[in-house]
């Protein structure tokens, strides 16, 4: 398996408090990635990043931050959860080749009461 | 912008039967890729085959196939003697080969199929 930890895996907090959700790789892979999976949308990307410090949003942003400080880390962050944010969150790792599949992590599970 | 549809919300095929999954996407791109995604209980996201549109040959993985139909814009799945471990949703995807720099990589996703497989 690719080398990608995600933690934590399961997670439950109350509305408007901060989450951060940690992704880890080993595989020195340039690009990385946040997804929502949520029942009837697939996965939704939320941020992704090209680079230490190089990050973008993707198509459900709104209410998502990220930073990338090492090319080994990339985080995502809830500044202030609503439980319109309750989902499972998805790390995705990829090479600069784009004909390479990307690696998925294990997937957290967020609760927002 | 690309769009990935999957029009079987769920399937059910008998065990060591063939079944069809359908994916149709929408782009005016030429050059991409197409990817069929598995999802088991386990929550793992695993890659079961990929199809490079500039391929005329479609892909095939073991019991795995693809129906690439690139003018009709189809990536279908055809799982050949089915498993009871072949259980899972199925998400297929698209990603662009054209170089946008940082968004080169990302997926779009269809809202995937769950297959069940009786025994």
């Known amino acids: 398996d690719a080398g990608i930890t995600q933690s934590p895996r399961h997670k439950v907090t109350e509305t408007g408090t901060p989450v951060t959700l940690r992704c880890h790789q080993t595989e020195n892979h340039r690009y990385m990635y946040w997804y929502r999976q949520d029942p009837g949308h697939g996965l939704r990307l939320i941020h992704y990043s090209y680079g230490v410090k190089d990050t973008d949003k993707g198509e459900v942003s709104d209410g998502y931050s990220v930073s990338r400080s090492k090319t080994e880390d990339f985080l995502l962050t809830l500044e202030s959860a609503t439980s319109s944010q309750t989902s499972v969150y998805f790390c995705a790792i990829g090479k600069d080749s784009s004909n390479q599949p990307q690696h998925f992590g294990d997937g957290t599970r967020l609760s927002i009461l | 912008a690309q769009t990935v549809t999957q029009s079987q919300p769920e399937m059910s095929v008998q065990e060591a039967e063939t079944v069809t999954l359908s994916c149709t996407y929408d782009?005016?791109?030429?050059?991409?890729?197409l990817f069929w995604y598995k999802q088991p209980p386990s929550r793992q996201m695993i890659l079961v085959i990929r199809?490079?549109?500039?391929?005329?040959q479609n892909a095939t993985e073991n019991r795995f196939s693809v129906n690439f139909q690139k003018a009709a814009k189809s990536f279908s799945l055809k799982i050949s003697d089915s498993q009871l471990g072949d259980a899972a949703m199925y998400f297929c995807a698209y990603r662009s080969a054209l170089d946008y720099g940082g968004a080169t990589n990302k997926l779009i996703f269809g809202t995937g199929t769950l297959l069940a497989v009786q025994p």
């Open positions: 782009t005016s791109e030429s050059d991409y890729y």
């Open positions: 199809q490079e549109a500039y391929k005329q």
